[in-house]
Structures are given as structure tokens and as C-alpha cells.
């Protein structure tokens, strides 16, 4: 049966790394997704829920309610990548030919997949932030309308309803975009 | 069923595609462990009191200012044995001079302090 969160929390509160490693594998994607949904750069996201994540365990001992770790989580990854969004520096973007080398993956299709990338992010910013996190959570990271609920803090009609104006509004946008 | 209810395929944002995010993934990895280990460190009651932090700290060392000079004010100084209002004086400038310096104070610095005889 898996831990509960309030569990696992009482363990990282007791030394234990292996409850947090519990946690990250729990938690990280999407706390990498919520990142994307404020940020709407794939590197700005990467640094926020990493640093969201290590800034959560080390404040687990503030967190009142462990059962709704989740959420609090998830809150402070999101404020960590609002920080972000106000303090961007200018990032250079990595050569596309690492991702090359070390992938193995042929030129044409990574630039294919990079488009694509672009075309997403773009017709995501058209978006709200809550639509955005709504449609990540679920249509990339695969949680269920009664998980993002209870994590966003949101009535499950309302994530219902975020979800179908977003994948409305992406298909419009990105038929848009191809046609 | 219609369009709306069928997911997007955003699988070009998964981060799993992409060949840096295992080393994401470790190096936030290793960061928690770090922190989790440090707090898994057994503490004697001293290292605890060392490790108040700076506001609590700081309201202690006022009360404690306030409550001596009130209990002087109130019965005179007879009535206040010398060493306890010795040890709160030093207490008080501890703490003032811990939060003017933004450090804590160690378990040997308020051993020192309790053990040091009043002048």
C-alpha cells in the first residue's frame, strides 16, 4: 500500500532521505509542471522545482498540515518560479548540438520537436496560469481530476471546466498555427 | 465524444525526453539528501537552545531585560539575588550582541555565560 504523504513526511522529519527520495519521485514532475505553467521556458522551470523542492524539505518542519504536503509543495514551487519570472537573467540557450551528441537523435527531428515545443509554450501562454497547470497536470503528467483538485486547492467542476476551455483553446490555436 | 475531452498531446514538453533531466533529477536528489541527512544529527538540550532562532532569541533577551527591571523596581535590589540578575544581564547582552551579528550563539558560549561568576 502506498505511504501517505503525512507518513512520509514524519520520516523526513526524522532524518530519513529515503522517504524524501519517496516524495521527489512522487512530486517533482509535477512540480516541474506548475513550474512551466508560471514560467512558460522549459530552463526557467527545470531551476525553479528543483530549488522549490529543496526549499520545501528544508522548511518540511513549517509545513501545518503534512497529510496536504502536496499542495504546499506545489505553492511554493510556484512562487519560487514567479521569483524567477521577476529576476530572469538573460540565459544563453544551450548549442542544440549536445543535445545532439548525447541523444543520438538526427538532426531533423530535434529541430522538428523544438518547433513543436515552441508552437505548445506559445499557445499555453495564451492561457491562464491556473488552465495552464490544470492541462500539464493532467494531459502531461497524467493526474486525475480529484488528484489536481485536491492539490490546486481548486472544486473539481472548476478543474473540469479549466481543462475543457484549455484543450479547446490549444486545438484552436495550434490548428491556427498549421494551418 | 468531442474534441474537448480528448487529451492534447504534450508529450514534446515532457521533460523525460530530454537527455539532461536524469541529471536534474540526481542532482535535486543529492541536494535533499544533504539536507535530510544534517537533520538526522542527534543534539544535546545546549546545541538545541544554540540553535533558537534570531527573533525568539531576540524576545527572550527583552523579557528577560523588562522582568528584572521590573521585579528591581517593584521589591528594590535586596530582593533580587544578584547572580540571577547578573546571568540575565549577560544573557540579554548575548542575545543582543547574536541578533546585531546575525549568528547564533554556541552551546559552549551559553555555558560559559551561565557558569561565569557575578561580579
Given at each position: 500500500?502506498?505511504?501517505?504523504d503525512?507518513?512520509?513526511?514524519?520520516?523526513?522529519?526524522?532524518?530519513?532521505?529515503?522517504?524524501?527520495?519517496?516524495?521527489?519521485?512522487?512530486?517533482?514532475?509535477?512540480?516541474?509542471?506548475?513550474?512551466?505553467?508560471?514560467?512558460?521556458?522549459?530552463?526557467?522551470?527545470?531551476?525553479?522545482?528543483?530549488?522549490?523542492?529543496?526549499?520545501?524539505?528544508?522548511?518540511?518542519?513549517?509545513?501545518?498540515?503534512?497529510?496536504?504536503?502536496?499542495?504546499?509543495?506545489?505553492?511554493?514551487v510556484?512562487?519560487r518560479?514567479?521569483?524567477?519570472?521577476?529576476?530572469?537573467a538573460?540565459?544563453?540557450?544551450?548549442?542544440?548540438?549536445?543535445h545532439?551528441?548525447?541523444?543520438g537523435?538526427?538532426?531533423?527531428?530535434?529541430?522538428?520537436?523544438?518547433?513543436?515545443?515552441e508552437?505548445?509554450?506559445?499557445?499555453?501562454?495564451?492561457?491562464?496560469q491556473?488552465?495552464?497547470?490544470?492541462?500539464?497536470?493532467?494531459?502531461l503528467?497524467?493526474?486525475?481530476?480529484?488528484?489536481?483538485?485536491?492539490?490546486?486547492?481548486?472544486?473539481?467542476?472548476?478543474?473540469?471546466?479549466?481543462?475543457?476551455?484549455?484543450?479547446?483553446?490549444?486545438r484552436?490555436?495550434?490548428?491556427?498555427?498549421l494551418? | 465524444?468531442?474534441?474537448?475531452?480528448?487529451?492534447?498531446?504534450?508529450?514534446?514538453?515532457?521533460?523525460?525526453?530530454?537527455?539532461?533531466?536524469?541529471?536534474r533529477?540526481?542532482?535535486?536528489?543529492?541536494?535533499?539528501?544533504?539536507?535530510?541527512?544534517?537533520?538526522?544529527?542527534?543534539?544535546?538540550?545546549?546545541?538545541?537552545?544554540?540553535?533558537?532562532?534570531?527573533?525568539?532569541?531576540?524576545?527572550?533577551?527583552?523579557?528577560?531585560a523588562l522582568?528584572?527591571?521590573?521585579?528591581?523596581?517593584?521589591?528594590?535590589?535586596?530582593?533580587?539575588p544578584?547572580?540571577?540578575?547578573g546571568?540575565?544581564?549577560?544573557?540579554?547582552?548575548?542575545s543582543?550582541?547574536?541578533?546585531a551579528?546575525?549568528?547564533?550563539?554556541?552551546?559552549?558560549?551559553?555555558?560559559?555565560?551561565?557558569?561565569?561568576?557575578?561580579?
Amino acid at each position: 500500500m502506498e505511504e501517505t504523504d503525512a507518513a512520509l513526511v514524519a520520516r523526513v522529519r526524522g532524518g530519513d532521505a529515503r522517504a524524501a527520495d519517496r516524495l521527489l519521485e512522487r512530486y517533482f514532475r509535477a512540480c516541474r509542471a506548475v513550474a512551466l505553467a508560471v514560467t512558460g521556458d522549459e530552463a526557467d522551470a527545470d531551476d525553479a522545482c528543483q530549488e522549490g523542492f529543496v526549499a520545501a524539505i528544508e522548511q518540511i518542519d513549517t509545513c501545518r498540515d503534512p497529510a496536504r504536503f502536496g499542495g504546499w509543495l506545489l505553492q511554493i514551487v510556484r512562487n519560487r518560479a514567479r521569483n524567477l519570472v521577476r529576476h530572469r537573467a538573460i540565459r544563453t540557450t544551450e548549442p542544440l548540438e549536445l543535445h545532439q551528441l548525447a541523444g543520438g537523435v538526427s538532426a531533423a527531428a530535434e529541430v522538428e520537436r523544438g518547433e513543436l515545443r515552441e508552437r505548445l509554450l506559445a499557445a499555453l501562454a495564451e492561457l491562464s496560469q491556473a488552465q495552464r497547470e490544470v492541462v500539464l497536470l493532467h494531459d502531461l503528467e497524467g493526474w486525475k481530476h480529484d488528484e489536481i483538485a485536491g492539490h490546486l486547492g481548486l472544486a473539481a467542476g472548476t478543474v473540469r471546466s479549466h481543462l475543457h476551455h484549455a484543450r479547446r483553446h490549444l486545438r484552436r490555436i495550434l490548428s491556427e498555427d498549421l494551418a | 465524444m468531442t474534441d474537448e475531452w480528448r487529451p492534447v498531446d504534450l508529450s514534446s514538453l515532457d521533460p523525460t525526453r530530454r537527455v539532461d533531466w536524469p541529471a536534474r533529477v540526481d542532482a535535486t536528489r543529492r541536494a535533499v539528501a544533504a539536507r535530510v541527512a544534517s537533520r538526522a544529527v542527534p543534539q544535546g538540550p545546549l546545541e538545541v537552545l544554540g540553535r533558537w532562532s534570531r527573533p525568539i532569541l531576540a524576545a527572550a533577551a527583552v523579557l528577560l531585560a523588562l522582568l528584572g527591571g521590573a521585579e528591581a523596581l517593584l521589591h528594590g535590589a535586596v530582593s533580587t539575588p544578584p547572580a540571577q540578575l547578573g546571568e540575565a544581564r549577560r544573557l540579554a547582552l548575548l542575545s543582543e550582541a547574536s541578533v546585531a551579528h546575525g549568528r547564533r550563539p554556541s552551546g559552549a558560549e551559553l555555558r560559559a555565560l551561565l557558569r561565569e561568576p557575578t561580579p
